[in-house]
């Protein structure tokens, strides 16, 4: 969830994946738009995107720091009045907890609002080994927010008690898990949790690959998808299915991978290419459509609107 432009960083191999055949997909939600503007303003793009249960959606601006509102049956989305979000000129990560509470990462902050855009807590990361944090994205579990940081190989962890979100603190330098692998080129990225939050998967567009995290121990090996080298932007986990949007090294779209029970290895089973993104960086999940977003960008500060994509989830009767 994070620039995408320049990747003179990425040093593993090259994507070997093969075209895998699409399957029929059901038709669902018909009424609904296949295409949301999240904003006409000049340079807003686009980053992180969540949506709720009852269909509200929150999509995020790398460009401005804006959040923004919408529902899933209307195609026009509008700012969200989150405060205290003026000197915060990037957000990227957005996810809403169980309270409904809207989290958001940008720069060095992790900001927590209720549904109405009143702040509820600001927590800022340390630097870390390579200097200042820049926080991309987050996942949420009961009893703790974690959160990636593309400058730096570190994850960070803000505990949750009840209704109060405690300090943001440094939790993981994951270069331990690749030691001779340099550290400034690790670039975090996507970050999901399992249902139990006992298992975190993380995106590292350095390494081209996904990594998997014990929040218990902290040991930390490589999600095994035999060959194929898999550096994700945005992620969705949702019980062993992993949807992943990738933007470079591979065709721009989104990547669909069965994972077994541990959450240690899969197969990738789906890759849509076809769609009309627009240099896509993450997405979320609603019933039996996937939200992509289009974030523009690889050409800065891009051209309006500004747009999510909605498409079919082709795996929706195995994953519901």
Known sequence: MRRIPVRTACLAATLLLTPLA???VPAAARDLPDRYVVSREAGVLPEGITVTPDGTLYVSSDGLGTLYRGRIGAPDL??????GLEDR???LGVHTDRRGRVLSVGGA??????RHGRLLARRTAE???LGAPHLNDL????DAVYVTDWA????????????????????LDIRAAFPQFPARYWLLNGIVADATGSTLLVASNGTEAVWRIGTA??????LDLGDQSFGADGMVLRGRTLYAVLNYGAPHGVYIARLDRELRAGTVTHRLTDEPFDLPTTLAKHGCRLYVVNSQLDEPPGRPPYTVTAIPDPTCDDAR
């Not at 509008?78 to 405060?83: D, E």
């Not at 996942?139 to 009961?142: C, L, P």
């Open 22 to 24: 699409g399957t029929p």
């Open 78 to 83: 509008a700012p969200f009045p989150a405060r």
């Open 89 to 91: 000129p990037s957000t």
């Open 109 to 114: 902050t992790l900001t927590v609002h209720d």
């Open 127 to 129: 630097d870390g080994p």
């Open 139 to 142: 996942a949420v579990t009961d």
């Open 152 to 171: 730096n190989p570190v994850i960070h962890r803000a505990e949750i008690h009840g209704s109060t979100v405690g300090p943001l603190e440094p939790w």
């Open 217 to 222: 121990d902290r040991e930390v090996s490589r």
